[in-house]
Structures are given as C-alpha cells and as structure tokens.
C-alpha cells in the first residue's frame, strides 16, 4: 500500500509570503506515477495545481504560473509545491496526489491534506 504523508501542520502566510509543503510517499513510485497538487479552497471544487509526469515537464494551473514550483528530492524520495507572492485566493487545503501509470493497474493515492491560510 502506497501511502503520501504531507507536512504536519498547516500554513500561516501573509499575502506576498512564500511557502514550501513537501509530500513524501512511502515507497518509491517516481518513475511510474504521476505526480500532482491539488487543492481545495472552502466551497469549491478540488482543482488541480501543478502535475509532474514521470516524463516531460511540470505544469501549473493558470492560477499560481509564475508563483509555483514542483521539485523533487529523490534521494528523500519527496516532492515539493513551493509558492510565492501568495495571496488570499490561495487559501486552501493542499493534497498531494500520485497516480500509478503502469497498465493494469488502478492506484490513485492521495496525502492527509495540508492547510494553507493567506492572511494579513
């Protein structure tokens, strides 16, 4: 079982700040899965934030282009979602997503969620 345990916690971040959450699965799955930030903001639907394929480049929702970044560590075996120029829009419960490409098999993988708060 493929279990993503995100940062502990959430995030109090003014408008203009920076943040950093990390999401570390318990296996290793980069070279086979997909890997994705979501959110969801109070209300609304989950969106999806940035994607990292196993192959190709990372991308963003128009929402946060410019101000996110997706990394990854693969000697800790963790990705990150950095942001910043934060703003309150940004409020959300972040979650971090994989999902298993390989034929035949059906894994959608989500961490606990993270709460991000963008306030002054």
């Known amino acids: 079982q493929v279990r993503l345990v995100q940062s502990v916690g959430g995030f109090l971040v003014q408008p203009g700040g920076s943040l950093k959450i990390s999401c570390a699965p318990s296996?290793?799955?980069?070279?086979?899965?997909?890997m994705n930030w979501y959110r969801q903001a109070p209300g609304k639907q989950r969106e999806l934030v940035a994607t990292s394929p196993r192959t190709g480049s990372s991308d963003y929702a128009d929402s946060v282009k410019g101000r996110a970044t997706f990394s990854r560590d693969n000697a800790k075996n963790t990705v990150y979602l950095e942001m910043n120029h934060l703003i309150p829009e940004d409020t959300a419960v972040y979650f971090c997503?994989?999902?298993?490409?390989?034929?035949?098999?059906?894994?959608?993988?989500w961490g606990q969620g993270t709460q991000v708060t963008v306030s002054s």
């Open positions: 997503n994989a999902r298993d490409g390989r034929v035949g098999i059906s894994g959608d993988y």
């Open positions: 296996i290793s799955i980069f070279s086979f899965s997909t």
